[in-house]
C-alpha cells in the first residue's frame, strides 16, 4: 500500500511540474501573443510609451512584462502593458481604454474561432478503414 507521504510527494511533483510547463511559454509563443496583442492595444486607445531612456526602463522594471498591470495613480486606475523584449516600449490606458480592449480581444477571438470552424466544416473527411462501430459496444 502507498503511504501518503508518497502520495503527497507524488502530487506535488505533478502539480509543480505543471505549474513549470504553464509557466514556460517558447519565444515564438511569446512573440504571437504580442503580435496578436499590441495592436488590439492601440485599437483600444492605449498610449505607447517608448521605454529609450534608463529612467522609463527603471520605472517599469517592476511590473511583470507582457501582462496586464494595474496601477493606481491620482486617484485614477491605470492599466499598463510593458513589452520590454519586443517593441521596448510600456502601453498605457485609462480603464475605458481596458473595458474597451477586452471587447476587441472577445470579437476577434469569435472571429478566429468561427473562421477555424468553417475550415472544419467545409474540409471533407477522408475515408477510413477504421470502423469505429466494429469496436465499441452500445447499451
Known sequence: MISRATLLVVFAAAGLAACTQATNNTAAELENRVEIIEPELVQAGFKLVALDTPQKQESVAALRPL??????????????????????????GDALAYQ?????????????QSAIDAQLNAEVPAPSPWNPEGSL???
Open 67 to 92: 501582462h496586464f498591470n494595474r496601477l493606481g495613480r491620482h486617484q485614477t486606475i491605470y492599466y499598463y502593458f510593458p513589452d520590454p523584449q519586443y517593441c521596448k516600449c510600456v502601453y498605457i
Open 100 to 112: 474597451t480592449y477586452k471587447q476587441i480581444h472577445s470579437q476577434n477571438n469569435e472571429l478566429q
Open 137 to 139: 459496444t452500445f447499451p
